[in-house]
């Protein structure tokens, strides 16, 4: 069993059952129904049917009504306003279905699996070889990583791609440099023989600054630099294996922050621009012979009506130079080509900085005129915003340069260290680091996904690793609480009671963990993390209601008490799996 039919599913069908006997001719009528504050649910479809039908509203809502099955699910349904129905579900309905998705044997706690799942290729998490990833790295790594977990678990077929910057004209200064200083990329190993990702980085760094500075003062080393890129593109062996060297490095200190992220990263997956270098060539023959790409000015172009410059001529897509180099079209439009027709996908999602989106939006449709995106293959672009300071600017160190991102996550590790000190009880030193970096990282990462991905956010790590307010510390000391519940409740196990009434901050709690598979469902679909993040923020809300008006271990019967347990643990599981999806560790202490 994985699948639990929710009360919302429960109570819409019945009503649509009592829509359809009060009004035959309308059988797929839609009670539109909601969550309301007046009551559990509020069904506003009649207002709509009665004006089709030329009705009073508040007699059809009457006659509805007279028509509703109540008693196992819906407890009472009343007339309200105009024509709305507010409708209350029974307590044992409540218990009932929370008791369902506790008992779900594969643990999804009745979350469904699509029925008829798609083939999504995403593409997160695109650091630059040779380059030190900094802030403006994350928001795709998070936000990518997030919509993989949310599509997986809703049953979509997913591959990762991590289209990493491996190709261009760099590479031939780095790559000269490197064989004229052969000793430059030489480590001094640890004990074990490993190489850190920071020693790689810090490697890479100092070899990319001294290329750099002879490569803006020698002119014959511009020349033979220029040269070099020249054999890259050939695919001269010599060339190709020092360009390796440079992938393999870059790639230790890549996976060592993303380690740092908490996030897997696997090294199949990363496929980056160098990995359609030898369908260029294709790519742009089959847009210039079906007239999708013109030649103007010797450069094969892609023109669009609505994209113009500021002197009002068209701005092209340009795919090929007028020198034969390629530009980053033609590597998109090559990567399109192999995940449709090679990896089968029919939806492309791109999770890539908002200011691309031109250029996107471009590739897509030239795309779509050559045949390769259609009604049945589908690419989008879920565009971020960009992190800024506290300032409201975007986020630089004091010198005016990028953030790091090793030295911000370290610095989130830390304040999230001195909280969890600070609240530890019986937590040894190796156990408030682990814990300092889970909670840090989650900080860091909510802060992230609790923010709608197309809006831009400020980093703020006082605010981030507060106990108050919407912060993943919030959420992983709720967890934490009802973990300490539960060890001290010993022998007196958690049990479902259905035929107990429910205070009002159960009722509340109940009918909140029981739009979970909800919450999950339209988070997927809508590739919206932060959808999920308001959903658990509001649970960790209402446990906390529940847990300051409800005794738990002091209730007034031993039957409240197992009740009330009962409650506790479907809430720390349904925040565990919803944190989990969001890629945020909770741990069992703070």
């Given at each position: ?358 250029h996107f939006r471009m590739v897509f449709e030239t795309a779509r005129r050559a045949g390769w995106l259609n009604d049945e293959v589908t690419a989008y672009q879920l565009a971020f915003g960009t992190v800024l300071g506290k300032d409201g600017k975007p986020f630089k160190t004091r010198e005016g340069e990028t953030v790091r991102l090793v030295d911000l996550l370290d ?99 109940g009918l909140h963990v029981d739009a979970f598979a909800e919450s999950v469902r339209e988070a997927a679909a809508e590739y919206a993390p932060h959808k999920l993040a308001a959903y658990l923020y509001q649970l960790a809300s209402l446990y906390t209601s529940f847990y300051d008006k409800c005794p738990v271990l002091k209730a007034e019967t031993p039957e409240q008490v ?29």
């Open positions: 069993m994985a699948s639990v039919t929710s009360l919302t599913a429960s109570v819409h069908q019945r009503l649509a059952s009592a829509l359809s006997a009060a009004l035959p001719e309308t059988a797929d009528a839609d009670p539109l129904l909601r969550r309301s504050d007046r009551a559990d649910f509020q069904a506003n479809g009649i207002l709509a049917l009665a004006k089709k039908a030329k009705a009073n509203p508040r007699e059809l809502a009457t006659r509805v009504v007279s028509q509703v099955v109540t008693g196992d699910v819906i407890g009472d349904v009343e007339v309200s306003g105009p024509g709305f129905l507010n409708v209350t579900v029974t307590d044992r309905a409540i218990t009932e279905n929370l008791a369902a998705r506790v008992a779900d044997s594969e643990g999804r706690l009745g979350v469904p699996r699509a029925e008829h799942p798609g083939t999504t290729v995403i593409d997160y998490a695109q650091p630059n070889v040779a380059k030190e990833m900094h802030v403006g790295h994350l928001r795709s790594a998070v936000i990518g990583d997030a919509v993989v977990r949310l599509l997986e678990f809703t049953g979509e077929n997913v591959v990762r791609r991590h289209h990493i910057g491996d190709w261009g004209t760099q590479f031939g200064m780095l790559i000269q440099y490197l064989d004229e200083h052969p000793h430059e990329l030489d480590h001094k190993a640890g004990q074990d023989g490993a190489v850190t990702g920071e020693e790689a980085m810090s490697n890479l760094d100092r070899l990319y600054k001294a290329a750099r500075r002879l490569f803006d003062a020698d002119e014959e080393f511009k020349t033979r630099a220029r040269r070099r890129v020249v054999d890259l593109q050939a695919g001269d062996p010599h060339t190709l294996a020092t360009w390796q060297k440079f992938v393999d490095e870059s790639k230790i200190y890549f996976f060592s922050v993303f380690e740092k992220l908490d996030m897997e990263v696997r090294d199949p997956d990363i496929v980056g621009e160098s990995g359609y270098n030898d369908m260029l060539e294709e790519t742009c023959r089959l847009l210039e012979e079906s007239g999708v790409a013109v030649r103007s000015e010797g450069a094969l172009c892609v023109f669009f009506d609505d994209v113009k410059g500021p002197d009002g001529n068209p701005v092209p897509l340009i795919v090929q130079k007028s020198d034969g180099g390629y530009g980053y079209a033609a590597t998109d439009l090559s990567a399109i080509r192999d995940r449709v027709f090679n990896l089968k996908a029919d939806t492309l999602l791109y999770v890539v900085d908002a200011r691309q989106a031109l610095e989130a590790i830390e304040r999230a260290s001195a909280v969890v000190r600070e609240k530890a009880q019986d937590l040894s030193e190796e156990e408030i680091a682990e814990r300092g970096a889970q909670v840090g990282v989650g900080a860091v990462k909510y802060a992230d996904l609790s923010t709608s991905a197309s809006r831009d956010y400020k980093f703020d790590l006082d605010q981030m690793v507060s106990l108050n307010g919407d912060t993943s510390v919030y959420l992983q000391y709720a967890y934490a609480r009802i973990q300490s519940i539960l060890r001290k409740a010993g022998d007196v196990r958690p049990a479902a009671h259905p035929e107990l009434a429910l205070a009002a901050a159960e009722r509340a709690l197992e009740n009330r347990l009962f409650l506790c643990d479907v809430t720390a599981r349904t925040l565990h799996q919803g944190m989990a999806l969001l890629g945020i560790r909770t741990p069992e202490r703070l």
